[in-house]
């Protein structure tokens, strides 16, 4: 009985193996070669996928360890000019930076109202300027922590910090003309803005003036040139102060020369 089961059920497999390849060979070849190609495609989309995942994350990897690299050199730069300059003038020196990134930005700058915009030259005095200061700050401090200090250790310490204190101002001077350069683009770019919109509603004022004239008297005419000249006025009334400004940074370089 046993037996007879067993065989039956082989039977029973051998038949479905058969009907099963029967059934698969009466499918068209048309139909396997399209699932052939769709399931293709599918793994050439699957490999595009995975190739683009792992470039864009590659990519993302790169830019935030250029990112890490660029703030610690940025930090590494500033810690440096801390210790040749001291903690206030170095920040002098960081807002002067920020404000000529400030005038080389604006739209005075790169309509090329301002003219002249390289502030290098100042930059490298200011610096310069601070880190003298900063040495005879220093050499002062080692002087003046002597014990029994003499007569000429008095004077040489009074008149290191008097010029210290002289060469300090003269540099924070410098750099408080580049900060009213940075205000004077700012308000030379708003002048400019105004200018713009005042130029705007002219042109619309102008327009409907046209329109309603031609409906009412059939002639056009436009009262607002004034206005518009009294903008130009203002940006170069602006553009003035910003060279003024500039020529009087000059004369402190050529000054501190």
């Not at 042109?203 to 409906?215: D, K, S, T």
């Amino acid at each position: 009985m046993a037996g007879g089961k067993e065989a039956n059920s082989g039977c029973a497999g051998v038949i479905g193996i058969v009907l099963v390849i029967g059934l698969i060979s009466m499918i068209p070849v048309q139909v396997w070669i399209g699932l052939g190609i769709a399931a293709g495609v599918a793994v050439v989309v699957w490999i595009g996928k995975v190739i683009a995942e792992a470039v864009s994350k590659g990519r993302a990897e790169s830019a935030a360890a250029e990112v890490a690299r660029r703030r610690e050199q940025e930090a590494a730069i500033k810690r440096q000019r801390i210790a040749e300059l001291g903690a206030t003038n170095a920040q002098c020196v960081e807002t002067a930076l920020a404000a000529v990134q400030r005038v080389a930005d604006s739209e005075a700058a790169r309509e090329g109202w301002l003219g002249d915009v390289d502030f290098d030259a100042d930059i490298a005095g200011i610096v310069a300027e601070f880190r003298r200061v900063h040495e005879l700050r220093e050499v002062a401090g080692r002087l003046g922590a002597l014990d029994d200090p003499s007569a000429d250790d008095r004077r040489l310490l009074d008149e290191a910090r008097t010029t210290a204190s002289s060469m300090e101002q003269s540099a924070t001077g410098r750099a408080l003309l580049i900060f009213r350069c940075a205000d004077e683009a700012r308000q030379i770019d708003e002048s400019l803005r105004r200018e713009r919109e005042e130029a705007q509603t002219a042109q619309q004022r102008a327009q409907l003036h046209a329109e309603l004239n031609a409906m009412l008297y059939g002639a056009a005419s436009s009262p607002q040139a004034a206005a518009a000249a009294s903008a130009a006025d203002r940006v170069m009334a602006r553009v003035a102060g910003y060279r003024e400004i500039k020529q009087q940074i000059i004369a402190a370089r050529d000054g501190g020369v």
